[in-house]
Every structure is written in structure tokens, then in C-alpha cells.
């Protein structure tokens, strides 16, 4: 969870950075906080559902290979098959942990740039 936040915290301050001159035009014609964070929240969302998506695929083949592997050290209890019966599970908990952290990196990142 950590890493999740400061990568999505670096690829947030990065947008903030290139979008510096844009965030100060805002700022002077009067934008709101609020309007002038949206965007970075959205990237932040999206960075997090993408990451969530790339662990869901590298996630499958590993549970694969490690429940063929490691079955007869649990006691037959496979991995893989339990990943498949529970997929939606691991899913909606990937995908609101991705959405989740990469809300708070991109809150914190333009927090920390607006001095809200």
C-alpha cells in the first residue's frame, strides 16, 4: 500500500509539475481549489485502476504456478482454485484499493502543492 501511494504520489506530482504555468492561470482568474484538484484526482483514479488491472493479470499466473507448487505443503489446499472461486472478491478489493489509493496520493500531492 505504501508503494501503491508513493508511486501514484510521484506520477501525480509529475502531472502537477508539467501543468505548473496552467495551475497558476487558474489560480488568477480565480479557479477554486476544488476545480483546479479535480483533474489530478482523476489522474490519480486512473493511475489506480491501471495498477490495479497489471496486478490482477501478473496475479493470476503466479497464484497458478505457486498452487501447483505449493499444494502439498498446505495440506492440498490450491491456490489457483481458490483465486478462480473468489475472483470477484479479489477483484472488487484490488480495484477499490487501487481507486482508493491513488485518490489519497493525488489529494496529498496537490494538497501538498496548493497549500490548501
Known amino acids: 500500500a505504501i508503494a501503491s501511494i508513493l508511486i501514484a504520489f510521484a506520477t501525480v506530482r509529475l502531472a502537477i509539475y508539467t501543468a505548473k504555468e496552467e495551475i497558476s ?3 488568477l482568474v480565480g479557479a477554486s481549489n476544488t476545480y483546479i484538484q479535480g483533474p489530478f484526482i482523476v489522474t490519480g483514479v486512473i493511475t489506480g485502476i491501471i495498477a490495479a488491472v ?3 493479470l ?3 499466473p503466479a497464484t497458478w504456478y505457486a498452487g501447483i507448487k505449493t499444494a502439498g505443503w498446505f495440506g492440498g489446499f490450491d491456490l489457483a482454485a481458490y483465486y478462480s472461486s473468489h475472483f470477484v472478491l479479489v477483484f472488487s478489493i484490488l480495484m477499490l484499493s487501487g481507486i482508493g489509493l491513488g485518490a489519497v496520493a493525488s489529494v496529498l500531492a496537490i494538497h501538498r502543492y496548493l497549500k490548501v
Request: charged residues 10%; hydrophobic residues 90%; glycine residues 0%.
Open 25 to 27: 492561470v487558474m489560480r
Open 54 to 56: 497489471l496486478v490482477l
Open 58 to 60: 501478473l496475479l493470476w
